[in-house]
Nanobody
Framework: QVQLVESGGGLVQAGGSLRLSCAAS????????MGWFRQAPGKEREFVAR???????YYADSVKGRFTISRDNAKITVYLQMNSLKPEDTAVYYC?????????????????WGQGTQVTVSS
């Protein structure tokens, strides 16, 4: 069982930065791939970024070059550094974990989810 708790969301002006954190429980964290998803009002949950157990990374085209995902296995934490934020980045951001490697971009492929943290970017 893995429990995930996100933090770091908030209100920021367009062009600003935020860093989200996802603290995980469980001694097998190192073997899990971690992902970030987001969901805006009235829209489906969409993939943002993913990092595998050996730190291979994947990004949605909409955030490539602006967002960076990283992990600290010693702290059992995953981060999402978000720079050059745009109003269209406004959403609830969710951390997720799965037990497999490779590229997984669909929410149904993830086994565990956090409760989400709100990110609001004003224009």
């Amino acid at each position: 069982q893995v429990q995930l708790v996100e933090s770091g969301g908030g209100l920021v002006q367009a062009g600003g930065s935020l860093r989200l954190s996802c603290a995980a429980s469980g001694r097998t964290f190192g073997g899990y791939a971690m992902g970030w998803f987001r969901q805006a009002p009235g829209k489906e949950r969409e993939f943002v970024a993913r990092i595998t157990w050996n730190s291979n990374t994947y990004y949605a085209d909409s955030v490539k070059g602006r967002f960076t995902i990283s992990r600290d296995n010693a702290k059992i934490t995953v981060y999402l550094q978000m720079n050059s934020l745009k109003p269209e980045d406004t959403a609830v951001y969710y951390c997720a974990a799965d037990r497999y490697g490779g590229s997984r971009f669909s929410a149904i492929e993830y086994d565990y989810w956090g409760q989400g943290t709100q990110v609001t970017v004003s224009s």
